[in-house]
């Protein structure tokens, strides 16, 4: 690479880049991450226009070097913008010559990508002690795998320590536990490696002893068990970047689309526990071949799993009666589970390989909010920020490192669009965004082509931009008058946004519903937390549904605080970043622990004020 250029030649280069042309953007974009040199796409990732190629990049497990996290002071995330133009920030021409700039070097975490870009991504130069992780976390590798080369004595007549006692003494300095499973192989293993081995630890717990000196590889595999989607990472826990990510639907899905339609099932049929274990465990199988398979590891090689998800989807994956998780009084069955195992969850790795749990708060703020927690560093932050994990069942907290609280708001399916007539889910074909200029109107459609349906980011967009445009009022009814798309469908009046895919008043009604229900849930943490929504310094909006959300749209139909746009960020899948994160780090796993005790959990129902601040909320602010 070109010299780098001094810091006071800046100006001069950005000027003479100027004349780069700018495309208009649209509100979602996709990246497209080469390994440098190849010439194939290796990832693919669909994003909200303005987020940083390294966030994209990182939720999407493509490593870019880092040392500062993200924070624009390394100059390590160095990429290449092939096709596609990324704007250049102050900080690159710090970074690059202007041949380098020219041709497309930018520093990935100063440049938000604005439109689809192509972009190479340079291998690693560094082996970071460090990881990003969650939302600009910065986590210091200290994973519970660890693994000792050691070289034993080989035993004599003269010399005969048993071989556990000969093992251990050459570790002198922990005391692990060893289980029954790893002394039966050891006697064989000692004596065909020629005495030279690694024993793998899992924190205190000796889980193998493997032949010869394998301490260069160590592997964990995160889980994000959703409702709908499941994501695997593997990580490399020698540099603590992800090695392959991949995700998948849910197999359960036959059996209901929400957690409420799964537990009935279970009280309708006794063996239907068994069968939603049984997908739930096909799923986290073919993921886990998927990912060792893309990244060249063998299964046995991956020491942990570490899974999280919500208290429903935990509870059926390890074969516990969710039945009483579906009525009053919504009990949990353990807020913390006993130690449980990769075989537990059905899931084919290292045969001994434990699996790490989060804590739940309750029965519907789960193990992935505390997961989403921890990625946010909400309680680390003297800010007060909010947090919500958009979706049926809506999670908030609010809070700081003083005090911070949690609710769940029940949304209903609005924003899986799964009760909206012409509603889809995020698939091809359907409309994820759009915008209303100057009485035109303009449809984001994944893949490009012929709107078919509207997925819940273009439900909100939809509607928000009829409150713009004066075509819905802020009672949220249809100013019938006011446009000639609008029609009937049978008796129901209905916009129509395409020839094929319209919006119904009732469609407008049941997002009215999810967006009080989500507001009321906030507002109340306000009053109760004693903070004005105009505080906040920070909206995270989780999840694979919030993370699509326009922040323009969040705030004009009132599902966030009335707060400037730059505060209202897409936080990505949290819920998987927690769970890299404790797979990463044993410090971050007891934080993720004590999270039970720091955020307290608040109850809606049968709260006295709730109708009220409701009906105040079923208003579109516009
Ligand atoms: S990650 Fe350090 S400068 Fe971008």
Known sequence: MPALPAPERATSLVNALEDIPVEPH??????RFLQSGEDR?????????????????????????????GHGTCKKCKVKVVSGHAELSAVDPRAFSIEELKSGWRLACRAPAQEDLTIEVPPLQTRPKAALAGVGRHVILRPAVQKRYVELDEATLTDQVSD???????????????????????????????????????????????????????????????????????????????KAVQSILNAQQPFGADVISRISATMLDEGALRMLQDRAHETLQQLTTEVCTEAGVDPADVHEIVVTGNVTMIQLALGIDPEPLSMAPFTITARRLPEAKATDFGVQV??????????ALGAYVGPDIVAGVLATGLTLDRRVRLFIDVGTNSEIVLGSSAKALATAAPAGPAFEAAQIRCGMRAAEGAIEGVKIRDGEIELTVIGDVTAVGLCGSGLVDAVAELVGAGLLDHSGRFVLEASDRFGKV??????????????????VRELQFAKASIATGWTILCNDLGVEPGEIS????????????????????????????????????????????????????????????????????GRTDFNDLFIDQLRFPG
């Open 538 to 605: 920070q909206v995270l909006l989780g999840g694979s549904f919030g993370s699509y959300l326009t922040p323009a749209s969040a705030v004009r139909i009132g599902l966030v605080p009335k707060l400037p746009l730059a505060r209202i960020v897409a936080a990505g899948n949290v819920a998987g970043e927690g769970a890299k994160i404790v797979a990463l780090s044993v410090t971050e796993r007891a934080a993720a622990n004590a999270i039970l005790d720091e955020v307290e959990y608040v109850e809606l129902s």
């Open 490 to 507: 049978g008796e129901e009046n209905v916009f129509y946004l395409s020839d094929d895919v319209f919006l119904s008043q009732r469609d």
């Open 26 to 31: 649209p509100d979602r974009v996709r990246l």
């Open 164 to 242: 556990l006692e000969r093992l251990l003494a050459a570790m002198d300095d922990i005391e692990p536990r060893v289980s029954l499973d790893v002394v039966r192989g050891l006697g064989g293993t000692l004596r065909r490696s020629n005495w030279k081995v690694t024993a793998v630890l899992v924190d205190d717990l000796l889980i193998d002893v493997e032949p010869g000196d394998t301490t260069g590889s160590r592997h964990a595999l995160a889980f994000d068990l959703g409702t709908t989607t499941v994501v695997a990472t593997l990580l490399d826990l020698e540099t603590g970047q992800p």
């Open 350 to 359: 290292h045969e001994r390989a434990p699996a790490v749990l989060f804590p």
């Open 41 to 69: 796409a290796v990832k693919e990732a669909r994003v909200l226009a303005g987020t940083t190629i390294f966030d994209a990049a990182s939720w999407n497990g493509v490593a870019i070097d880092s040392t500062c996290g």
